[in-house]
């Protein structure tokens, strides 16, 4: 069982974004920029080209709107979408909202934001995917 499925049974505390039946998004803990979020099934699948078509599509119209959330809560240029999955044998999708290409490098050093911040941060995201 990967860490992104024990969060998504709730073994593990995260801070929620969005959710669907298929699809839970959370903040990343170590975040390129406030707002910094995850997109994952809630099904375990190393590989995001392992999903079906259909998974596939469903997954990346979800994170859409997630992004369009983060996008109404953290005004930016854009939410830049990248595909690693590397780090944790999951399939995940990183939403990062931007102001300039050099905002979705991985190699920067990431934000440290306590847990207030993590959870208003999420919790205004969440209040944007609702409405």
Request: proline fraction near 5%; charged fraction near 25%.
């Amino acid at each position: 069982m990967t860490i992104f499925s024990k969060i998504i049974a709730g073994e593990i505390p995260s801070y929620k974004c969005a959710e669907s039946d298929k699809f839970y998004a959370f903040l990343d803990i170590n975040p390129l920029a406030q707002g910094h979020t995850l997109v994952v099934p809630k099904h375990e699948v190393d590989y995001i080209f392992d999903l079906s078509d259909e998974e596939l599509a469903d997954m990346v119209v979800f994170a859409k709107k997630v992004a369009l959330a983060i996008q109404r809560a953290f005004p930016c240029r854009k939410v830049g979408m990248a595909v690693l999955g590397l780090e944790v044998n999951h399939a995940h999708i990183h939403l990062v909202p931007l102001q300039s290409e050099g905002d979705m490098d991985f190699r920067k050093p990431k934000l440290q934001l306590d847990a207030d911040t993590m959870k208003q941060t999420a919790d205004k995201i969440l209040a944007e995917f609702e409405r």
